[in-house]
Structure formats: structure tokens, C-alpha cells
């Protein structure tokens, strides 16, 4: 009886003792317990949750207030205050301190659950097989009915808000989440929590008030390395044209447009961010910088070709008219009589710019007779050759059209000199038109000078005329020089 006294007393100084501690703050939870921001106090630790394994042997972990039990599955647990504490034998009670046990013949416990718990009352529990646990819990072992339930089964334990009883008579967390007795918004999530519930914002929002806005995540950099689009709750990154997403979908990568998809017509260059299209020579970019157009080398310059300039994709050539080859541009004479002419064999060839003519090899008319090549003279012992000039002296010759003029083209000169001799010099014929001029050089010799353009093709056949007259005036004679002058078609 002393002894049931003497805890009693106990009981009553720890109780006043934690009445009259400091409140305790979020630093000062004791083991077992954590702080509960939201609740603004301590909340037990359910060890049973968050120790793997915690109970060894096949035994049941129980959870209680700065604890937990491991029990035997067939255990139950009873919590009662309604009744009034009874004073039981001094022997049960010795028997009970010493061993741990309480008798169960019509005892009834009452505690107070630490750390603002609850209060739970059961009806007295009856039968050899109860023991009083931590916190006034009535634990109750009945291995040969495991299922069995209180004697009073109808009978309700009291729970706090946010908890119910279970049809194991415990008070269990109500998930409000789940049961939608919760008063969140539609733009909120439910978090579940021991004894109550929270709101919280969708990934990407955040609380403003009582209501959710979505975070403008491009407001806070570094997110993206060149773009950054925001979206409602979320964000997703961009790159400039040029530039592709690399696998982080974070930072940007060049694009090689000349492997991807080659869109130069020609020549592609990559460079950061673009490329750039070229043309290969003879070419020139489009308006659209990617397709490559022929350049008309012919239309830039007239100075490309001598005679004609013809344009070809990507390059030029020059062409030369008939009787000319085309020699870097330049267009050359061809001379046919060193390769290749239909002239008779009784004929002479004569190559002039651009062409060529046959001539008879004995140009000779009666009564003049050849003597030399191209030298004709007329016998004095033929009455008929002393009004005629003694010697006809044939002479080829050929010019560009369109020659500058004045120009000296041709010089005469008397072969044979003698002393006490005049000569003079004349154009006999061919000169009708005056493109001629013949200036006497000296004495013996005299020049013809070209004075009109010419054009060809054309053949001139010009009569130049030396007299020669005595100064004694013993005799009188003349020669006479047949200049043939053939005009090309072109100043070339």
C-alpha cells in the first residue's frame, strides 16, 4: 500500500514538474519528437515509418508518444482514463512494481500522453494476460484468439481533430487528401500530414496569398543560354536560327548547315550560328545568297576579245573570224599558203590578213616578157615598147581595214642609177579616189603614203610610175611598179 502510494506521489511531482518547464521551442524537442512548423509544436516521430526492420523476431512495431514498442502480432493495445484509478492489494501491487505487471482483476490505468497528446479511455480489462506498458498503455496478450477484441467492443475511444478511431480501437490519421475533406483550391495540391493537411502549388506556381502564380522562371537567370520561353508552371529553352538544343535542353549548339541540309548551290561554309554560300569562278551569288548565276564575262568588257567574245556557264571564249586563230585572246593571221591552198601549180600564192589569193606566177602581157620573178620588160628591139615604160614591176602587199591614216605603206626606189639623170615620181592609176599620196623621198626613191581609211575586203591595184629623163635630154624612159593592195575585212 505504501508502495502503490509512494508512485502515486511520484507520478503527480513529474506531472507538476513538466507543468511549471519553459514552453518548448523548435530547438527543444526531446527524442523522439520534431518540430511541426505548420502546428507551431512538437509532433512524435513514428519510428515504425522511417526505422527499416525496427522489430526483430516476427514481433509488430507499435508507435507511442517519444517511442515505439515491438510486440507479438496477437498483441492489443487499450488505452483507459475513464475510470477512477483502484487501490488494489499490497501484495498485487508489490508483485506488479516488481515484475511490471498490473493485475488485471478490475484495474484501471490513466496517463497523460506526453507532448500535448490525447487522452484515450477502454473499458477494464479482464484475464491474467495484461501488463501496463509506457504511457499507461494496457497491452493485452491472447495468443489463442488473436482476433479478439475488448469485452466492451462498443464502446468509443476519443480522438483529436484529424484523427479516428480504427476497428482496432487506436486512433489513426484521417487522410483528408483522400477522403476530400480537405479545402484546397483546384490549382493547389493536397499534402497529407499527421493530424491535419497542407496546400501546396503545382510544381512551376508558387503561393501568393491564398492563390498559386506561376513562377516566371526567365525572370531568374541563368536558365537557359540563349532563349527562354515561360510557359504556366513551367519553362522550355530556345536557340537563335543557327543553333539547336543540345541534350541538357539547356545550352545551344551549332548547326552545321552544310552536312545537315545543304542549301548552297555550289560552296557551302559553315559558320557560327549561319553559313554562307560562294560561287566557283565564272559565277556570281543570286539575290537569294544560296543559288549561283552565270557571270556574262562578254558584257562586263569589250576588251576580253579581239574579235568576239562568246559566254559560256561559268567561263568565256573567244572566237576569230574565218582565216584567224585565236592565240590568248588575240586573233591571228592564218597564212594558207604555208598550209594548205587551192592555188595551181602555174600560180602563186599570196597570204593577206584573213585570206589568201592566187596570182599568176608570169603576169607578163604581150609584148612584155618575164625575165625575172614578178619582172616584166618590154624589148626595145619591138617598135611597139618605145611608147610603152620599159619594165612592169609586180608588187603584193596587204593592210588591216580601218589603218590610220596619214601612213606610209609602200616605198619605190629606182634600181639602177645613173649620172645626169632626172627622176620623178607619179601614181599612173588606181587612184582615183584619192586614198593615195606619193611623196618623193629622194632623188631615187619616193614613198606612198595611205591619206583615206580603207575598208575591206578589197583589192587596190595602183600604177606607180618612175620617168627617168636625161639632163642632156639625150633620152627618155620610164618603169613602171603594178602595186597590188589587198584590204583585210577586219583592223586585225
Given at each position: 500500500m505504501w508502495k502503490v502510494l509512494f508512485l502515486t506521489m511520484l507520478t503527480l511531482a513529474l506531472v507538476k514538474s513538466q507543468d511549471t518547464e519553459e514552453t518548448i521551442t523548435y530547438t527543444q524537442c526531446t527524442d523522439g519528437y520534431e518540430w511541426d512548423p505548420i502546428r507551431q509544436q512538437c509532433k512524435d516521430i513514428d519510428e515504425?515509418?522511417?526505422?527499416?526492420?525496427?522489430?526483430?523476431?516476427?514481433?509488430?512495431?507499435?508507435n507511442h508518444y517519444g517511442g515505439y514498442l515491438c510486440l507479438p502480432k496477437t498483441a492489443q493495445i487499450i488505452v483507459n482514463n475513464e475510470q477512477p484509478q483502484q487501490e488494489t492489494p499490497a501484495a498485487e501491487a508489490a508483485s506488479g512494481a516488481s515484475t511490471g505487471g498490473v493485475s488485471a482483476s478490475s484495474m484501471a490505468a490513466s496517463g497523460v500522453v506526453p507532448g500535448g497528446g490525447f487522452v484515450a479511455s477502454a473499458?477494464?480489462?479482464?484475464?491474467?494476460?495484461v501488463q501496463t506498458g509506457r504511457n499507461n498503455f494496457v497491452i493485452r496478450r491472447n495468443p489463442a484468439d488473436p482476433q479478439r477484441i475488448p469485452s466492451n467492443p462498443s464502446h468509443r475511444i476519443?480522438?483529436?481533430?484529424?484523427?479516428?478511431?480504427?476497428?482496432?480501437?487506436?486512433?489513426?490519421?484521417?487522410?483528408?487528401?483522400?477522403?476530400?475533406?480537405?479545402n484546397c483550391r483546384a490549382d493547389q495540391v493536397c499534402i497529407n500530414l499527421?493530424?491535419?493537411?497542407?496546400?501546396?502549388?503545382?510544381p512551376g506556381y508558387q503561393k501568393r496569398g491564398?492563390?498559386?502564380?506561376?513562377?516566371?522562371?526567365?525572370?531568374?537567370?541563368p536558365y537557359c543560354q540563349q532563349r527562354c520561353v515561360n510557359?504556366?508552371?513551367?519553362?522550355?529553352?530556345?536557340?537563335?536560327?543557327?543553333f539547336q538544343l543540345a541534350a541538357n535542353n539547356y545550352t545551344c549548339v551549332d548547326i552545321n548547315e552544310c552536312d545537315a541540309s545543304n542549301q548552297c548551290a555550289q560552296q557551302c561554309y559553315n559558320i557560327l550560328g549561319s553559313f554562307i554560300c560562294q560561287c566557283n569562278q565564272g559565277y556570281e551569288l543570286s539575290s537569294d545568297r544560296l543559288n549561283c548565276e552565270d557571270i556574262d564575262e562578254c558584257r562586263t568588257s569589250n576588251y576580253l576579245c579581239q574579235y568576239q567574245c562568246v559566254n559560256e556557264?561559268?567561263?568565256?571564249?573567244?572566237?576569230?573570224?574565218?582565216?584567224?586563230?585565236?592565240?590568248?585572246?588575240?586573233?591571228?593571221?592564218?597564212?594558207?599558203?604555208?598550209?594548205t591552198n587551192e592555188c595551181r601549180e602555174d600560180e602563186m600564192c599570196w597570204n593577206y590578213h584573213g585570206g589568201f589569193r592566187c596570182y599568176p606566177r608570169n603576169p607578163c602581157q604581150d609584148p612584155y616578157i618575164l625575165t625575172t620573178e614578178n619582172r616584166c620588160i618590154c624589148p626595145v628591139s619591138n617598135a611597139i615598147c618605145r611608147e610603152l615604160p620599159y619594165s612592169i614591176a609586180y608588187r603584193y602587199m596587204s593592210?588591216?581595214?580601218?589603218?590610220?591614216?596619214?601612213s606610209d605603206i609602200f616605198q619605190i626606189q629606182a634600181t639602177s642609177v645613173f649620172t645626169n639623170t632626172i627622176n620623178t615620181f607619179r601614181i599612173k592609176s588606181g587612184n582615183e579616189n584619192g586614198e593615195f599620196y606619193l611623196r618623193q623621198t629622194s632623188a631615187v626613191s619616193a614613198m606612198l603614203v595611205l591619206v583615206k581609211p580603207l575598208s575591206g575586203p578589197r583589192e587596190y591595184i595602183v600604177d606607180l610610175e618612175m620617168l627617168m629623163v636625161s639632163s642632156i635630154g639625150t633620152f627618155r624612159t620610164s618603169s613602171l611598179l603594178r602595186l597590188t593592195i589587198i584590204v583585210g575585212p577586219f583592223s586585225f
Open positions: 515504425c515509418d522511417i526505422v527499416p526492420d525496427a522489430c526483430k523476431g516476427g514481433m509488430k512495431c507499435v473499458a477494464a480489462v479482464v484475464g491474467p494476460e476519443q480522438c483529436p481533430a484529424g484523427y479516428e478511431q480504427s476497428e482496432h480501437n487506436l486512433c489513426q490519421d484521417i487522410d483528408e487528401c483522400v477522403t476530400g475533406t480537405h499527421r493530424g491535419s493537411f497542407t496546400c501546396q502549388c503545382l491564398e492563390q498559386c502564380v506561376d513562377i516566371d522562371e526567365c525572370a531568374v537567370p510557359t504556366p508552371g513551367s519553362f522550355y529553352c530556345q536557340c537563335s536560327p543557327g556557264p561559268g567561263t568565256f571564249s573567244c572566237m576569230c573570224p574565218q582565216g584567224y586563230q585565236e592565240v590568248n585572246r588575240i586573233c591571228q593571221d592564218i597564212n594558207e599558203c604555208e598550209t593592210i588591216r581595214s580601218d589603218r590610220a591614216v596619214p
